[in-house]
């Protein structure tokens, strides 16, 4: 099926767009935008505008990639990388006015709720839930089918499968109906609460969790390496 453009939505001649998407009323779709299939960009979208940063604001924004069945509600901005890729993957909603800043990636099945604002060069995890008008400080990783709580502060990394909330947002307690909405079964819960207990308040270093999920964790902490490696750390 071919594409559906709103008359008023500007689009750049050099970006890519894939099939059966909807782009409507005044949408902004930048020169390095890469989109795939499916996707909905409801009125007012801006995607790939030079970054929010000092040194790129007279310079031609770099790529975003972004890829199928996501829904983009009204008045999202997604802007360019810098020195990398804005990334942003398959089946994910972002609400009214939420922003991906420069050079982050958002994972798959990620829900950004109204206002969520994501700093230049974090990483969202898969599944992970930021409520309303969620903060996230740049260079922190959000992880895996986590739920940050509304109006909350993230200036620290947040590990996957918790629920966090408050300024500075903290982990809280096991994301129960999140785990379970994502295939983990109800009686597979304890041994997650048994890992979270287990750290006693003190997430830098994480052990290993006796479920298939384990996977998720990993994924975690080679993303907190890729960013050290960013910040020379």
């Not at 995607?47 to 008045?75: C, M, W």
């Not at 890729?85 to 109204?114: A, F, P, Y």
Request: proline share 4%; with cysteine.
């Amino acid at each position: 099926m071919s594409n559906i453009i709103h008359p008023t939505a500007i689009i750049d001649c050099k970006a890519k767009l894939g099939t059966n998407n909807y782009v409507g009323p005044y949408c902004i779709i930048g020169p390095n935008v890469t989109i795939g299939d499916n996707n909905r960009f409801e009125a007012y979208v801006s995607i790939g505008t030079q970054a929010e940063h000092r040194d790129y604001f007279k310079i031609e924004a770099g790529p975003v990639n972004l890829g199928s069945h996501n829904i983009i509600r009204e008045f999202v901005t997604i802007n360019g990388g810098t020195t990398s890729i804005t990334k942003v993957e398959d089946n994910i909603i972002m609400l009214r006015g939420s922003h991906i800043g420069h050079d982050c990636q958002i994972g798959r099945k990620s829900t950004l709720s109204c206002n969520v604002l994501v700093g230049g060069h974090s990483i969202i995890c898969e599944g992970a839930n930021l409520g309303l008008s969620a903060v996230v400080h740049q260079h922190r990783v959000i992880g895996a089918y986590s739920l940050v709580g509304m109006n909350s502060s993230v200036t620290r990394n947040i590990i996957p499968f918790v629920i966090a909330f408050g300024s500075p947002c903290n982990p809280q307690k096991i994301n129960r109906v999140g785990l379970i909405r994502n295939g983990v079964v109800e009686n597979e819960i304890t041994p997650f609460e048994k890992w979270f207990f287990s750290m006693n308040g003190l997430f830098d270093k994480i052990p290993k969790l006796e479920h298939s999920f384990d996977k998720y964790l990993e994924d975690y902490e080679a993303k907190k390496s890729y960013l050290y490696k960013i910040l020379g750390l």
